[in-house]
């Protein structure tokens, strides 16, 4: 099986109660362009270009009918690595009309990642674009297509008309099957496939929507690469298309270029990590340069807000300010807009519903009756498992998810995140691996061993600090270097160490077994 499906006593409860529909994401885009009210509306916008939703609907018929002339088939697995821009959102949903299987690559991964991505899929398409920012997408596809016997097409995004066919009828996907996979970040280095159906992840679109006042006047701006889970459904583009509203694509998440799209497209509603809350913060309090008085609610997730910049969000940029605290597994949690201001900047919010189960327990698995704890959730929306069974040990026996995330609650039931238990790094919201990191380090010639550890920042959060033993102490080898020779290891751009220490010897716990605790300890000091 190529994913774990819901227990069936919680499948016909989480139906009973109207939480799963029997809605799938092409019934969603079909019903808005067949509204009189909404078709003529603008569904997507970026910096050139602009669709309606009655134009959206059009093309995207045309396109999917592209795809089957391809040969592509229902249940197939398309790889997309594409930018932010107007074309992501006309391929995601001719792939949802042709019953076809997304799998939400980032523009910003590599042929390490990618080539390991596409195997597990199983891809039959790559979607990416030529060049972009400098990068030859094309010939990365080409290389990842060389190595993966699955991979049959590679499709332009800068190019989609020429696809383009007469519609034809591609029969409707199943409300509870695979609607499309997304990437774990997790600890080991290829993420794992998130297996979504359409029943769980729309439940998931409507309730934040519901939390976070959502209409069809919202328009939500994608400032973080829209293909991660946040800046998809939190609520996201999908939310905006769920309400009614406009969704808009920024290339860049800079102010001076994000703020030009938020000016005039009259934006109310954004997501951002951390490290680019306090970019538009510290922007914002020197003096914007763009009107951006529209914005209504700013959301900061992906990491751990530190609470003197959450304080300083909404007085610098005008906003109301959202904590969200969530996975791409399923769990999401939200500060209320009705929440009390210090709770807002203090805490990760609470789940956003009321079938969400949480508990926290020990490194031994027992539980926690107070102070913090690891997490471990399931819902109606949380996965069972990931695709085809790898990372069976991320699942208690009971099928609940271990997060890996230690939290505590607050009396009114709001949580706060205090950190991590696995060799992870949180990156600005991005998550590096250590052991994939300390992997490729291994393979350089003039490294003997090598650890990863997180240290904490004050603008990401956490860097990347690798502790490497030379095999010449007399010639070590330097943070350019490493750097360098990681890179064309094929890893993205943000898994790169940041800091390079060489160290004579690892210092050891009484077992003989290395202590990343004691390299942090050494680290902090």
Not at 13 to 21: A, E, I, N
Request: hydrophobic share 40%.
């Amino acid at each position: 099986m190529t994913f774990s499906p819901w227990p069936p006593e919680l499948a016909e409860r989480y139906r009973v109660q109207g939480l799963w529909t029997g809605e799938t994401f092409d019934d969603v885009l079909r019903a808005r362009a067949g509204d009189p009210d909404i078709a003529s509306r603008i569904a997507v916008v970026d910096i050139d270009r602009r669709l309606t939703y009655a134009e959206l609907h059009q093309r995207v018929d045309r396109l999917a009918a592209g795809l089957h002339c391809l040969g592509l088939r229902p249940g197939d697995r398309v790889l997309l690595q594409i930018p932010n821009r107007v074309a992501y959102v006309e391929t995601v949903f001719a792939l949802f009309r042709a019953r076809l299987l997304p799998v939400f690559g980032l523009p910003a991964h590599r042929e390490a990642e990618l080539v390991g991505i596409a195997r597990s899929a199983e891809a039959a398409a790559i979607v990416a674009p030529g060049v972009h920012e400098g990068f030859d997408h094309r010939a990365l596809a080409e290389t990842v297509a060389a190595q993966v016997d699955s991979v049959r097409h590679l499709i332009d995004v800068d190019d989609l008309e020429t696809l383009f066919a007469d519609p034809v009828d591609h029969g409707r996907a199943d409300p509870s099957g695979l609607a499309f996979l997304q990437l774990s970040g997790g600890s080991t280095g290829v993420p794992k496939l998130i297996p979504r159906t359409h029943d769980d992840y729309l439940y998931s679109v409507r309730r934040s929507n519901e939390v976070c006042g959502v209409t069809d006047a919202t328009v939500y701006m994608a400032t973080l690469p829209v293909a991660h889970n946040f800046p998809m459904s939190s609520p996201g583009i999908l939310g905006a298309m769920y309400a009614g509203g406009t969704i808009a694509l920024t290339a860049s998440p800079t102010p001076s270029v994000a703020w030009e799209l938020v000016e005039r497209e009259r934006v109310t509603m954004t997501g951002l990590v951390p490290p680019l809350a306090r970019l538009w913060t510290e922007t914002a309090e020197r003096g914007a340069t763009f009107d951006i008085s529209s914005l209504e609610t700013v959301q900061v997730g992906g990491a751990r807000c530190p609470d003197e910049l959450a304080r300083r969000i909404g007085p610098a940029l005008g906003v109301r300010l959202q904590q969200v605290f969530g996975m791409a597994e399923g769990l999401v949690c939200y500060t209320r807009l009705d929440d009390p201001l210090q709770e807002v900047c203090t805490t990760q919010g609470a789940p956003m519903s009321d079938q969400d189960e949480l508990r926290l327990v020990d490194e031994d698995g027992d539980p926690v009756t107070s102070g913090p704890g690891f997490l471990e959730t399931q819902g109606p929306y949380t996965i069972r498992g990931y695709w085809k069974g790898a990372g069976a040990d991320s699942f208690a026996p009971d099928g609940w998810y271990r997060t890996g995330d230690v939290v505590e609650f607050i009396d009114r039931g709001n949580l706060i995140v205090r950190g991590r238990g696995g060799d992870r790094v949180n990156r600005g919201g991005e998550k590096v691996s250590a052991e994939q990191l300390e992997e490729q380090l291994l393979t350089h010639p003039g490294v003997r061993d090598a650890i990863v550890v997180a240290v904490a920042d004050a603008y990401l959060g956490e860097r990347t600090c690798a502790y490497v033993i030379p095999e010449n102490p007399d010639d070590p080898p330097n943070l350019a270097g490493i750097r360098r020779f990681v890179r064309e290891g094929g890893l993205a751009e943000w898994k790169l160490p940041d800091t390079v220490k060489v160290v004579e010897q690892f210092p050891e716990t009484g077992v003989g077994k290395v202590s990343r605790k004691k390299l942090r300890a050494i680290l902090a000091g």
